[in-house]
């Protein structure tokens, strides 16, 4: 399935609001919570990523200890 970047957008900043209605490109749609507009935000920004060719950036973590001599 093709999605847009408009249609991300507008996820994005419904999500940002703490809305579960969104409108973009003379459609609406209503996720039942939250956690489903999460969801649908990864799965849309996780294929554009793979279709622009673009590598996500991976985080980790690093442990620094100091010995005391």
């Not at 003379?26 to 996780?46: C, M, P």
């Not at 996500?56 to 200890?65: C, D, I, S, Y």
Request: net charge positive.
């Amino acid at each position: 399935m093709s999605w847009t970047s408009a249609e991300l957008a507008a996820l994005k900043k419904a999500y940002a609001a703490g809305a579960t209605r969104v409108s973009y490109e003379g459609k609406t749609v209503e996720y039942d919570s939250g956690a489903q507009l999460l969801a649908r935000i990864r799965i849309i920004d996780a294929e554009i990523t793979a279709i622009s060719g673009k590598k996500k950036p991976l985080a980790g973590f690093v442990r620094f200890t100091r010995e005391i001599r």
